[in-house]
């Protein structure tokens, strides 16, 4: 069989299986995800398919997370936490996640963060973002657009295979200074169903929030981070 | 129908430098070498420049003796050049000792034409999940699901009752909507 009847071969199969669709939910394995990606970096119809889902996923993520807003009474300020408007999606996420994120807050009480959030009504919002190795994650860094109104919660799942001693999250603003930094456990931060952490109020900017895995020798290296945007 | 991407006159227009044919390479493999790339797990900074050295790898094959000898696997060869630069970074990455992290910024800069690209393609997933939802909501709130906790889709799947196989068959659906969807007059 040449080249042409396999590559024919090839199209016809991964059309019964739906093959596009499951690379790009990242249901391939290393070894069938190879073989897709060397069919349809020459196919046409295939490829197609990948960038159109591809774009898809990443600007829904986007159209999901960051609606068109729609016209909402005030709501007035008060002590007790509000609704989780995420609550439907995630629901095991806030407890699952209280650990890991009491971890991040405990002994970084920056005056920045109280002072912004003394007068305002505590809300948590889940944020789920992607992490690096997933293919559904698309074409670029979403970043994140925050009305900093109240608290801000951001879930994190990793998924790479690559094992650190000790995770550190880093919050930075846009002159790389670090405004808060807090060790992780491989134990809380390798959680099956992610960890979370909470950002309080911050004022108007931009912001890099990263998750580094800590090496032996004390050196970071990146795993995932978020661009987020402050209005 | 016509499955292949390349031909021999594509090739040879690339290898010639044809500022059009070389603006469509570059295009063309944007997207798959990024993703092949993000699910190795590499940065998205090294990716980059694992896309550089791929790009430079592949026009020095071009001008080669040998040259591309299939201008229908040329998105094959291009795959595995890709591949063999991916395992070379990785490689010299792990004998340097990285000395502080190099997180940055999005630029921010996106030029007028992404910029209306971008919008275009909220408002098609707008209407794939507006279409969704009148057909079946529960479709909706999966596909709304994939897109925010795409890691847990096992969860996803547990929550809304359905297998895997559902999942694909949903995001099927939903591409084909997606590309019906289009329309130029929206940007």
């Known amino acids: ?231 | 129908m016509d499955l292949f991407s390349f031909d021999d006159a594509y090739i040879r227009r690339l290898r010639d430098g044809d500022p059009a044919t070389v603006g469509h390479y570059v295009e063309y493999f944007k997207v798959p070498l990024k993703m092949k790339l993000r699910r190795r797990g590499m940065r998205p900074e090294d990716i980059e420049d694992v896309i550089q050295t791929t790009h430079l790898k592949v026009f020095q094959q071009l001008h080669s003796a040998g040259g591309v000898r299939d201008s229908h696997a040329f998105g094959a060869m291009v795959h595995t050049t890709c591949t063999h630069a991916a395992q070379e970074f990785e490689r010299k990455r792990r004998e340097t000792v990285e000395l502080e992290p190099d997180d940055n910024f999005d630029s921010g800069d996106e030029d007028v034409l992404r910029k209306l690209i971008r919008k275009e393609t909220r408002l098609r997933v707008r209407r794939v999940l507006q279409s969704m939802a009148k057909e079946d909501k529960r479709d909706a709130d999966i596909l709304t699901d994939l897109f925010i906790s795409e890691l847990d889709k096992d969860a996803i799947c547990r929550k809304h009752g359905v297998g895997r196989d559902y999942l694909r068959v949903l995001v099927h659906r939903a591409l084909k909507k997606f590309e019906d969807e289009y329309d130029p007059d929206d940007s």
């Open chain 1, 1 to 231: 069989m040449n080249h042409d009847e396999a590559h024919y071969q090839a199209h016809e199969k991964a059309i019964a299986n739906l093959t596009a669709e499951s690379y790009l939910l990242g249901d391939l394995s290393d070894a069938e995800a190879e073989a897709f990606e060397k069919h349809y970096f020459d196919c046409r119809v295939c490829s197609d398919t990948i960038r159109a889902g591809a774009a898809m996923f990443a600007i829904g993520r986007e159209v999901v997370v960051d609606p068109i807003p729609e016209p909402q009474p005030i709501p007035a300020p008060a002590p007790v936490p509000a609704p989780l408007p995420f609550r439907k999606i995630a629901p095991r996420w806030m407890a699952l996640a209280a650990s890991a994120m009491l971890a991040f807050l405990a002994g970084t009480q920056s005056p920045l963060f109280q002072t912004a959030t003394a007068a305002l009504p505590v809300m948590e919002i889940a944020i789920p973002v992607g992490t690096i190795d997933s293919v559904m994650r698309g074409l670029e860094d979403e970043k994140i657009d925050v009305r900093f109104e109240r608290d801000q919660s951001i879930e994190i799942v990793i998924t790479t295979t690559q094992r650190f001693p000790k995770y550190r999250m880093v919050l930075t603003d846009e002159s790389k200074k670090v405004l808060k930094s807090s060790d992780l456990t491989p134990k809380q931060a390798l959680r099956e169903d992610g960890f979370a952490v909470l950002l309080r109020a911050l004022p108007a900017g931009r912001y890099f929030l990263a998750l580094q895995g800590v090496r032996k020798d004390g050196n970071p290296q990146h795993i995932v981070g978020k661009a987020i945007v402050v209005q």
